[in-house]
């Protein structure tokens, strides 16, 4: 089975630039979350989605947006970039987001801002 | 919102020792707890879990106990190996909020 996949594993962008993540959940699993991960910070909830709706969110500006398709595949956005949010990207899936499901991870997304 | 503290921050063990890494959360709802052992290069990949109605689970070296009175939980490992070598998080759910980590060495 394969695993959850995240594109691309690196970008470069500039400030003021926007971007999109994309990430594929394992087959099967409809819940889709996102992280923040820095030195400074740790890891960090951004949002989760599940059957195409935002059912939870963590606390990042409106800078930071997502959705989800029918196939649960899911993007993020990040608009007007900062220095502050070169970090790495991480997508987890699982089945339907309850308590009790594991969440399992990509590789993720390491985006730079220059 | 939970909150999650770990400790240490940094480990070093000698292989064949033990290695054990402590976690507090503060919201007393949270009922189920991962721990994730991330390599370089790579994102965190989930070694073993625990619900609030379990004390301790094994998965053969690895460990974790929970004391929900106490709000905290550990994860204990034995018979350290170079390969066990990672930066380890602990993590209390719902939504899932991380520890800030413990880089594990494990010197041969």
Redesign the interface.
Known sequence: KAGVTQTPRYLIKTRGQQVTLSCSPISGHRSVSWYQQTPGQGLQFLFEYFSETQRNKGNFPGRFSGRQFSNSRSEMNVSTLELGDSALYLCASSLDGQLNQPQHFGDGTRLSIL | GENVEQHPSTLSVQEGDSAVIKCTYSDSAS??F?W?KQEL??????II?I?SNVGEKKDQRIAVTLNKTAKHFSLHITETQPEDSAVY?CAA?????????TRVLVKP
């Open positions: 009922n189920y991962p994730y290069g790579k994102g965190p990949q989930l879990d619900r998080f759910f719902a939504p899932l909020t991380f520890g800030g980590g």
